[in-house]
């Protein structure tokens, strides 16, 4: 009766649309899923901060809205306007994450952005300008692998891929100690090694300058 309670609570919170795993012994959450379905549209989820990398005083404005083809259903989070440009970049972050060793995977799609456009997952995260990310840029055909430090943005890694912006794509990353595997779309496309953060942190979600993109069915572990 006791695994039979459990899993009816685990259907539950998965039909919310926020899942949080975490062991008997109350040890910190093991895996994270967001598929916001069940989040208040036109707002930010619970316990996700907006907020930016060197940023202009015009912060970007995200929100979870309905969108037709949404991975999960019929809602994603998406940034729906920002006014930025060149160095600043915009960041949601989940703040009560805390993750070291980890696998993330997240649904992707660009909407707009003459300067920028795409996006990705942010991870080890110790505040807006301190972290690792892996991001899809369509305008440039390529996705990358860098480290924030200090607000200053660093390339790691680099690889081309060339795709359909209309369709929404599967970005994965693991990584374990100082190694970081990078999947577009169920392929590997990087794998390196860096020891820039080496403490847990914070994950969120990462566009740069004035790209818009949406988000779904983010799920960490």
């Not at 989040?39 to 912060?59: A, F, M, S």
């Not at 309905?66 to 970049?89: C, I, Q």
């Not at 055909?141 to 680099?158: E, G, L, P, W």
């Not at 912006?165 to 374990?176: E, G, L, N, R």
């Amino acid at each position: 009766m006791k695994h039979a309670g459990f899993l009816f609570g685990l259907i539950v919170l998965i039909a919310l649309g926020t899942l949080v795993i975490a062991s008997e012994s109350g040890e910190k959450a093991k895996a994270s899923i967001w598929t916001f379905e069940n989040e208040e549209l036109g707002k930010v989820p619970k316990d996700w901060e907006i907020t930016e990398t060197n940023g202009n005083e015009k912060l970007a404005a995200w929100k979870v809205v309905e969108m037709d083809g949404a991975p999960s259903g019929e809602k994603a989070f998406v940034l729906t306007e920002t006014k930025n440009v060149k160095r600043t970049y915009n960041l949601a972050i989940a703040k009560k994450t805390c993750y070291k060793d980890l696998t993330i995977d997240l649904k992707v799609k660009s909407m707009t952005g003459e300067e920028d456009q795409g996006g990705g997952p942010i991870w080890r995260a110790k505040d807006k300008d301190n972290y690792y990310i892996a991001r899809w840029n369509p305008l440039e055909d390529n996705f990358r692998v860098y480290y924030v430090k200090d607000s200053n943005r660093t390339q790691i890694a680099s690889a081309n891929v060339k795709t359909d912006t209309s369709k929404w794509h599967d970005i994965k990353i693991v990584m374990v100690g100082n190694m970081i595997t990078a999947s577009f779309d169920d392929k590997i496309v990087i794998k390196l090694e860096d020891s820039t953060f080496t403490e847990a942190g914070m994950v969120g979600l990462w566009t740069k300058a004035d790209a818009a993109t949406a988000f779904d069915d983010l799920k960490v572990k």
